[in-house]
């Protein structure tokens, strides 16, 4: 059994954890939700050995775990998934499963032996992996998950913690990764899965544990509960979804138009291919699709860190660009939050004069900003990286919308909040787009896209086709960004 006994964690004057109580036994996959800041990853990484307590202690077996070594951890069985993928950017997703258990322990490292075994157990479980010799920084958010989760099952473990790991999983590849779970719970493993969906928690889990603030609130099986009742239990409140058919969006002229789009990677293998859409003001439009169909490198075109093979771009005013991978793209994590504020250049003139920065005027302007959309932090001071992942992309979305551009491009935009935190960003969205905004939200998850878009495209092979009213149910849609034809 995975124990924790009473743990307590303080960051600066923060109480991450508050003499949390926690428990999995063999053979079940223990759920454990809460909202964002609850202390769930901080839990999960006492745990994996990846933070020492300040009181309390972490058991296996009844045996005390060594607190603080993820060495030690991963010795007596225990190996974690993070939200937040660490990997060796600038290697190849080889070298990265190479360092962790497909490595066959001979005087010269095999990488060819190291891929076969890891393809060999990536069809298991049921996905691909990237091209041979394929870097991880040229991976999406998904992809580097995977690999995550591979890394952490070649050890073999007794424990597998996963954090969010579904966020980025389209709905054809959902189903298959909830059945891994299921497997593994069948071999008698431990499976501890952090969630916010929590209809995935009541449809795998034996047990769930809720967080609230730091400390635990509930402990039930699926079936004493439902999602209204662990809403509440996690967050205190009554989560009111923003209406999205009440905000009477009506398009205006064309803001954002994109015209026979295409791009080639190093191989020339064609990644967009002639894609167009365009996006008028007032309006949200969606693109779904499975991952790795040229999301993140249309993203990365809009943004202008790319130029693309052919085909045109035209943006009527400003454009701010909210990335999926919001530790890599989105912030800089070891600068303070009034810092990363004023990366965008509609703030930082805010709090500029004649070239000199106040920075008086630009933490003052952060506070504004912090309180304004409800971030979870200390202070303007505080470091970015300290913020739990939710509050970080919430301080992604409070840059981008208070830059007021007239044009937003956002890429799984709700990756990783709660409900009441995505309550709150759809309804930003929402007002955004009926002062006159265009959105453009490119999401993997379904039930976002059909919440709050108006119009809804596919994208496949890296063309789009726009959806008419009859294909809006999620079954269709999932066929269509898997890529069934007419």
Do not use: Y
């Not at 075109?301 to 890599?328: E, H």
């Not at 506070?367 to 470091?383: H, M, S, W």
């Amino acid at each position: 059994m995975l124990r924790a006994n009473a743990i307590t964690k303080r960051f600066g004057r923060t109480l991450a954890l508050d003499g949390v109580d926690f428990e999995a036994r063999p053979g079940e996959i223990h759920a454990l939700v809460g909202e964002n800041g609850a202390g769930k990853t901080t839990l999960m990484n006492v745990l994996a050995g990846s933070l020492a307590p300040d009181n309390g202690q972490a058991l296996l077996d009844e045996r005390p775990l060594q607190a603080g070594s993820p060495r030690a951890a991963l010795t007596a069985g225990i190996a974690a998934v993070h939200q937040s993928p660490m990997l060796f950017e600038r290697m190849t997703w080889e070298e990265n499963l190479a360092l962790g258990g497909f490595d066959t322990g001979a005087e010269l490292l095999d990488l060819a032996a190291v891929a076969a075994r890891a393809r060999a157990l990536a069809a298991k479980l049921g996905f691909d992996l990237p091209p041979a010799g394929a870097t991880v920084e040229n991976r999406s958010v998904a992809e580097r998950v995977r690999l995550e989760v591979l890394r952490a099952l070649s050890f073999n473990p007794r424990v597998l913690i996963l954090d969010e790991p579904t966020s980025v999983l389209a709905p054809s590849e959902l189903a298959a990764f909830l059945d891994l779970l299921r497997n593994l719970r069948g071999e008698g493993r431990i499976v501890v899965l952090i969630t916010h969906k929590l209809s995935e928690a009541i449809a795998v889990a034996d047990r769930i544990t809720v967080l609230r603030r730091g400390r635990v609130v509930a402990r039930t099986i699926p079936a004493e509960t439902s999602e209204e009742k662990l809403a509440g239990l996690m967050i205190g409140e009554i989560v009111i979804q923003p209406d999205a058919s009440a905000m009477q969006l009506g398009p205006g002229e064309p803001v954002l138009q994109v015209e026979n789009l295409t791009l080639d990677d190093h191989t020339r293998r064609r990644i967009l291919d002639r894609l167009s859409l365009r996006v008028a003001a007032g309006e949200i439009v969606g693109i779904a699709g499975v991952d790795g169909n040229g999301q993140t490198e249309l993203v990365e075109l809009l943004a202008g860190v790319r130029k693309p093979g052919g085909g045109k771009i035209t943006s009527i005013g400003a454009m701010a660009v909210i990335p999926q991978n919001r530790d890599l793209d989105g912030l800089i994590l070891d600068m303070r939050l009034w810092e990363n504020l004023i990366l965008a250049r509609p703030l930082r003139e805010q709090v500029t004069s004649r070239g000199w920065l106040n920075t008086s005027r630009a933490i003052d302007l952060s506070r504004e900003l912090i309180e304004r959309f409800r971030i979870r932090a200390p202070g303007p001071e505080a470091i970015a990286g300290a913020l739990s992942g939710g509050n970080r992309q919430r301080l992604e979305v409070a840059r981008a919308i208070a830059s007021q551009p007239r044009v937003i491009v956002a890429h799984n935009i709700c990756r990783g909040l709660d409900l009441a935190a995505t309550a709150e960003v759809h309804r930003r969205i929402l007002d955004f787009a009926a002062d006159g905004g265009a959105v453009l939200l490119i999401s993997s998850d379904l039930d976002e896209l059909l919440a709050i878009c108006g119009r809804l495209l596919i994208i496949s092979g890296g063309t789009v086709r726009e959806t008419n009213p009859g294909e809006r149910d999620p079954e269709r849609l999932g066929l269509l960004m898997a890529g069934a034809r007419d």
